[in-house]
C-alpha cells in the first residue's frame, strides 16, 4: 500500500465513524508497516521477530491512528517515532519472555532428570499407584492377615487408616480397595471418612498451593532476571532494574517458603478423633510409634 492511499484511509476515518471504514484503515496501517518495515531502520534479527512484533502492535493500531496529527508531521515522521519507542518495549517484553521460557525448560529438565535418577536408584521404575493389580496379589493380602494376630492386626489397620486420613490427599478407588484389604475396614467406611476429611481441609489447601504458586512464580522471575543480565553491562540501567527485581522476587520468595501458609497442611490429630471416634491419646500413641520407628506400613 502507498503512503498516499493509507493517509487517504486514515483522514477518512478520523472524520467518521463508520466501523468498516476505520477496519480498513487500521488494516491498511498494518500491512504500510509490515512491507516498508526496514525503511524504519529497525534493527531486528530475524522474520519472525518482525512478524511478532506486528501481532503485538496490532491493538495499538486504533490509537495509533487517532493520535496523529498532520499540522505536526507527517505520516512517515509520526510512524518513524511511533515504531522506534515501541519497538523498544516490544523487544524488552520479548527477551523477558525468552528469557522465562529459557528458566522453564531449565527447570523442567532438571526436574525430569531428578526423578529419572531418583526412580533409578531406588530400582522402580514405571510405577503407577493406580495401576490395577492381578488378582493372586490380592489373594497374597488376604493370606498375610491371616498369619497376624488379631492384636495386631488392629494395631496395623489402625496405623494405615491414620496415614491415609493424614496424607490429605484424595485417594482413587484402587487404592481404597487396597487399604480395605489390609485394615478389614468396608470400602464405603474409608470413602466416607476419605472424602469428609478432603472435603473438610479444602480451604486450607487451596491456601497452600496458592501460596506454592507465589513461591514458584516469584523462583521463575528471580532465575529469568539472572538469565537476562547475562546480556547487558553492569552499569547499565537495564541491570540495574533487573538485578532490583531479582532482589525483591528473592525475598519474596524466602518469605512465602517461610510462611505458615507454604506448610503443607495435614489434619490435626484433634479434627481425626472427632471425625473417626478413636480417641485422641490413641491417635497420637499410634502415630508416634511409626514416626519412632520409622515405618510406613506397606498397602
Not at 483522514?11 to 471504514?21: G, L, V
Not at 529419572?116 to 495401576?131: C, F, I, K, T
Not at 474409608?190 to 491456601?207: G, N, P, W, Y
Request: aromatic share 12%; charged share 30%.
Amino acid at each position: 500500500m502507498k503512503e498516499e492511499t493509507l493517509i487517504s484511509l486514515i483522514t477518512e476515518s478520523r472524520s467518521c465513524t463508520d466501523q468498516n471504514i476505520q477496519e480498513k484503515a487500521i488494516s491498511g496501517l498494518c500491512e504500510f508497516i509490515y512491507v516498508n518495515f526496514r525503511q524504519f531502520k529497525i534493527d531486528c534479527a530475524n522474520e519472525d521477530i518482525r512478524s511478532d512484533y506486528i501481532v503485538w502492535l496490532y491493538p495499538r493500531f486504533a490509537g495509533i491512528i487517532k493520535h496523529y496529527n498532520p499540522d505536526k508531521a507527517s505520516l512517515r515522521t509520526y510512524l518513524n517515532w511511533v515504531i522506534r519507542l515501541s519497538f523498544r518495549t516490544f523487544l524488552r517484553s520479548w527477551y523477558s519472555a525468552e528469557a522465562k521460557q529459557r528458566v522453564y525448560e531449565a527447570e523442567e529438565t532438571t526436574r525430569l532428570m531428578s526423578i529419572e535418577a531418583d526412580l533409578e536408584n531406588s530400582g522402580v521404575w514405571h510405577e503407577n499407584a493406580s495401576e490395577n493389580e492381578v488378582q493372586y496379589q490380592n489373594n497374597e493380602l488376604i493370606e498375610e492377615k491371616r498369619k497376624v494376630s488379631t492384636k495386631k492386626q488392629e494395631i496395623l489397620a489402625r496405623k494405615i487408616l491414620l496415614l491415609a486420613c493424614k496424607s490429605g490427599i484424595k485417594l482413587d478407588d484402587f487404592l481404597v480397595k487396597r487399604i480395605a484389604l489390609k485394615t478389614g475396614y468396608t470400602e464405603r467406611y474409608l470413602r466416607s471418612k476419605l472424602d469428609f476429611i478432603h472435603l473438610a481441609t479444602a480451604q486450607k489447601r487451596e491456601r497452600t498451593q496458592i501460596a506454592i504458586e507465589k513461591q514458584n512464580n516469584y523462583y521463575i522471575r528471580a532465575q529469568k532476571c539472572l538469565y537476562e543480565m547475562k546480556s547487558f553491562e553492569k552499569n547499565s540501567i537495564r541491570f540495574e532494574n533487573l538485578e532490583k527485581e531479582y532482589t525483591y522476587c528473592i525475598k519474596r520468595w524466602n518469605d512465602i517458603r517461610n510462611s505458615p501458609e507454604r506448610k503443607i497442611y495435614t489434619p490435626s490429630n484433634r479434627f481425626l478423633a472427632s471425625t473417626l471416634g478413636i480417641s485422641r491419646g490413641t491417635i497420637d500413641a499410634t502415630l508416634a510409634s511409626i514416626k519412632e520407628n520409622e515405618y510406613s506400613p506397606s498397602i
